[in-house]
């Protein structure tokens, strides 16, 4: 079987700052100057995150999930703006209408980016016009910019769309995917986090190409089972589909509270207004969930959750209640200060689909 089958395209859009880009879109007098969508910084004193920042702001060494008074100390004079997310999700769903109608599959991997098999196109020079025309469609359209990767495979699309951002399209040939992928920093591989990017590092293994000169037997000796999967995407390979299936859709809503607190019925009240919240986002989408998700912060950042999966999908506010306050109680036992808390839902179903005939 040949390594990069000519005869499969795959296509990643990953829309450019997206929340940022919705508020400039909407207020141009903030296009130019820099925008971090976020907690309230409180003059330096936030506790939340930076959701996302444009690329003005990006310019100051602000980043997504940064420390919110982090960005402050940066960035003090930039535009913060909270998050308006029934806003986004409407955007998101006009551009993912246009993507997903030129994809032969679609499969939404998030509110701002997508993968589309587009083989149909029977080449990549095809494949980069039809994304170049739907970049055209959404700056005409919905005036974001959006960035594509199109290449054999959903590795090397997803690392094409993130190559020339913001707005560009790459294509990566299967004659060319080493070029493409050898100079690359080893943490842009498909699940090289923190802990994995340090062992590779401390053993001099920091580019594709330094860790591509490794054998598979040394890399499962070092990375353990995770060795198969990093020796070949070091190679550019990938076999997932792009599967409609499996798209990523979820509803959440979370608070930080102004100083740590170990007050039960502080966290229990904010834990259920943030379910309250999410149920009326639920009703907004027309959707039932099953999968119900408690996260907490503990004072230091250290975060954990909880979650689990229901039989079947409810759109009941009495139930995501309960659920809640069930999933959360183990935390409450340990006796430490939250910093945050906070409820999302997914598997997410339109109502009819769960009611009896």
């Known amino acids: 079987m040949a390594l990069h089958p000519a005869e499969r395209i795959v296509m990643h859009a990953d829309l450019d700052a997206f929340y940022a880009s919705v508020e400039e879109r909407d207020a141009p007098a903030l296009k130019g100057k820099p925008v971090i969508v976020g907690s309230d910084p409180k003059g330096g004193a936030g506790r939340g995150i930076v959701a996302t920042c ?52 679609f499969e939404q991997a998030g509110v701002d980016e997508a993968y589309a098999d587009v083989s149909s196109c029977g080449t990549f020079e095809n494949a980069r016009e039809l994304a170049r025309g ?67 590092v401390d053993r001099g293994w920091e580019t594709v190409a330094e860790l591509r000169r490794v054998s598979e037997a040394r890399l499962s000796a070092v990375v353990g089972s995770f060795g198969p999967v990093l020796w070949r995407e070091a190679r550019g390979l990938d076999d997932r589909p792009v599967d409609p299936v499996s798209e990523a ?33 639920l ?46 109680q183990p935390f409450l036992g340990e006796g430490r200060s939250f910093r945050l808390v906070g409820f999302s839902t997914g598997k997410l179903s339109p109502p009819e689909d769960v009611l009896p005939l």
Not at 57 to 86: E, L, N, Q
Not at 176 to 200: S, Y
Request: charged share 30%.
């Open 54 to 105: 444009n690329y003005a702001a990006r310019r100051f060494g602000v980043r997504s999930a940064m420390p919110i008074s982090a960005a402050w100390k940066r960035c003090p004079k930039a535009f913060y703006i909270r998050p308006d997310f029934k806003k986004y999700s409407a955007a998101s769903r006009r551009v993912m209408d246009i993507l997903r109608a030129g994809a032969d599959v």
């Open 249 to 281: 859709k979820s509803i959440g809503r979370e608070h930080t509270f102004d100083s740590d607190t170990a007050d039960p019925d502080e966290v229990r009240d904010t834990l259920l207004a943030c379910v309250r919240r999410v149920h009326k986002d």
């Open 134 to 200: 739907m970049q055209s469609r959404v700056r005409s359209e919905e005036r974001l910019s959006v960035s594509f990767g199109v290449a054999p495979n959903k590795l090397l699309a997803k690392l094409g769309s993130e190559h020339k951002k913001p707005g560009g399209v790459t294509v990566v040939i299967p004659s060319r995917v080493q070029e493409f992928l050898d100079p690359k920093e080893v943490r842009v591989l498909r699940g090289v986090g923190p802990v994995t990017h340090e062992a590779l």
């Open 283 to 328: 009703a907004d989408e027309s959707a039932w969930c099953r999968t119900l998700t408690v996260k907490v912060r503990f004072e230091g950042y250290e975060t954990h959750s909880k979650q689990t999966t229901l039989r079947l999908p409810t759109g009941r506010l009495d139930q995501l209640e309960s659920v809640a306050l069930e999933l959360l």
